[in-house]
Nanobody, 121 residues
Framework: QVQLVESGGGLVLAGGSLRLSCAASGRTFSGYIMGWFRQAPGKEREFVAAMRWGAANTYYADSVKGRFTISRDNAKNAVYLAMNTLKPEDTGVYYC??????????????WGQGTQVTVSS
């Protein structure tokens, strides 16, 4: 059974930082695209960042470039999203996802349950 479990969300002041974690289990994700998406209240889920497991390629939404960094730990089978210089508009539920190929669409094969990030001004 494939599981993606997010953690690390919380409440932070604007300008602050958070680091989200995604623990992956249930299959080998070698070659998979691991992505982060977010959904703000009343808005559609949107792409944030992604990377291919086992490769150096990383992808970011324009709104987070230079502030967010996606990374992985092969030994822990985990993916991370380091978020710096957070803004109130970064508020939302953040989801970890996995897919066989890269896309910014919300059609990823596997999803976690999400973790709430709230940035107050």
């Amino acid at each position: 059974q494939v599981q993606l479990v997010e953690s690390g969300g919380g409440l932070v002041l604007a300008g602050g930082s958070l680091r989200l974690s995604c623990a992956a289990s249930g299959r080998t994700f070698s070659g998979y695209i691991m992505g982060w998406f977010r959904q703000a209240p009343g808005k559609e889920r949107e792409f944030v960042a992604a990377m291919r497991w086992g490769a150096a390629n990383t992808y970011y939404a324009d709104s987070v470039k230079g502030r967010f960094t996606i990374s992985r730990d092969n030994a822990k089978n985990a993916v991370y999203l380091a978020m710096n210089t957070l803004k109130p508009e970064d508020t939302g539920v953040y989801y970890c996802a996995a897919n066989e190929y890269y896309t910014t669409a919300t059609t990823y094969h596997y999803w976690g349950q999400g973790t709430q990030v709230t940035v107050s001004s």
